[in-house]
């Protein structure tokens, strides 16, 4: 059983940055292909990274802009996220992929 706790989101300006950070307790840490996904008011979850070994993917919307990295040995997954839009603005949360229970997420808000 994975437990996850998501932080670092916030209020942040069109074009601004944020790094969010997921710790991870109750598994082989550096085993897991780990994720960040997202989900905006009125939309489907979506996955935006993920991370296995040295291979990282994104999601074309965030492509360019967005980093996925972990730190194995603190157990914790990285997203550092640049020139931030308005449709960035959602609940993003980290999980295993495939997924598995959910953490609680933490809001990022992009807005003027």
């Known amino acids: 059983q994975v437990q996850l706790v998501e932080s670092g989101g916030g209020l942040v300006q069109p074009g601004g940055s944020l790094r969010l950070s997921c710790a991870v307790s109750g598994s082989i840490f550096s085993f897991l292909r780990m994720g960040w996904y997202r989900q905006a008011p009125g939309k489907q979850r979506e996955l935006v990274a993920t991370?296995?070994?040295?291979?990282?993917n994104y999601a074309d919307s965030v492509k360019g802009r967005f980093t996925i990295s972990r730190d194995n040995a603190k157990k914790t997954v990285y997203l550092q996220m640049n020139s931030l839009k308005p449709e960035d603005t959602a609940v993003y949360y980290c999980?295993?992929?495939?997924?598995?229970?959910w953490g609680q997420g933490t809001q990022v808000t992009v807005s003027t």
């Open positions: 999980n295993t992929v495939p997924y598995g229970s």
């Open positions: 991370i296995s070994g040295g291979n990282t």
